[in-house]
T-cell receptor
Framework: KAGVTQTPRYLIKTRGQQVTLSCSPI?????VSWYQQTPGQGLQFLFE???????NKGNFPGRFSGRQFSNSRSEMNVSTLELGDSALYLC?????????????FGEGSRLTVL | DQQVKQNSPSLSVQEGRISILNCDYT??????FLWYKKYPAEGPTFLIS?????DKNEDGRFTVFLNKSAKHLSLHIVPSQPGDSAVYFC???????????FGTGTSLTVIP
């Protein structure tokens, strides 16, 4: 089974631009979550999608948005980029709606905002 | 507000000895806890989990202990190996939804 695939792996943007990151979950996984990792902050939860619906949202401004498609692939978008948005963005998928299963992470998309 | 805390940013251990990584949480509604390992330029990989109905779970060299009254969990690695050198994150979630709360990580270095 292929793992979680995130594209692009690396990207550089300038302040004020917007960016779209893509995530393909493990086949059969319907839940997709996004996390932001910055030095000293650990992994901060952005949002979770299940069956094309956003079920949970973390404490991030409205500039951060996402969506999930019928094939469970997900995208997240960050508009009006700020320097502080520079981070590793991790996508994770899991099998069921709410379970005791673990998250399976992709390798992440490293965003640098100049 | 950080609901899951790892107060030791780094830990160095001699090969063959025990590594003990600690994690504290504040939310008493958390009932499922996990440890992840992360190498540079890779995503976190699942290591071991424990549900709140247990106080210990073992998997090979890895054992997780949960002390619910103290809201504390720890990961023991015995014996430690150089390949265990990585950043370790603990995570917790409640019974509703699929939102995990992660600590800030502990960087473990196992010295050969």
């Amino acid at each position: 089974k292929a793992g979680v695939t995130q594209t692009p792996r690396y990207l550089i943007k300038t302040r004020g631009q917007q960016v779209t990151l893509s995530c393909s979950p493990i086949s059969g996984h319907r839940s997709v979550s996004w996390y932001q990792q910055t030095p000293g902050q650990g992994l901060q939860f952005l949002f979770e999608y299940f069956s094309e619906t956003q079920r949970n949202k973390g404490n991030f401004p409205g500039r951060f948005s996402g969506r999930q498609f019928s094939n469970s692939r997900s995208e997240m978008n960050v508009s009006t980029l700020e320097l502080g948005d520079s981070a590793l963005y991790l996508c994770a998928s899991s099998e069921a709606a709410s379970n005791t299963g673990e998250l399976f992470f992709g390798e992440g998309s490293r965003l640098t905002v100049l | 507000d950080q609901q899951v805390k790892q107060n030791s940013p780094s830990l160095s251990v001699q090969e063959g000895r025990i590594s003990i990584l600690n994690c504290d949480y504040t939310n008493s509604m958390f009932d499922y806890f996990l440890w992840y390992k992360k190498y540079p330029a890779e995503g976190p990989t699942f290591l071991i989990s424990i549900s709140s109905i247990k106080d210990k779970n073992e998997d090979g060299r890895f054992t997780v202990f949960l002390n619910k009254s103290a809201k504390h969990l720890s990961l023991h690695i015995v014996p430690s190996q150089p390949g265990d050198s990585a950043v370790y994150f603990c995570a917790a979630k409640g019974s509703a939804g699929n939102q995990f709360y992660f600590g800030t990580g502990t960087s473990l270095t196992v010295i050969p």
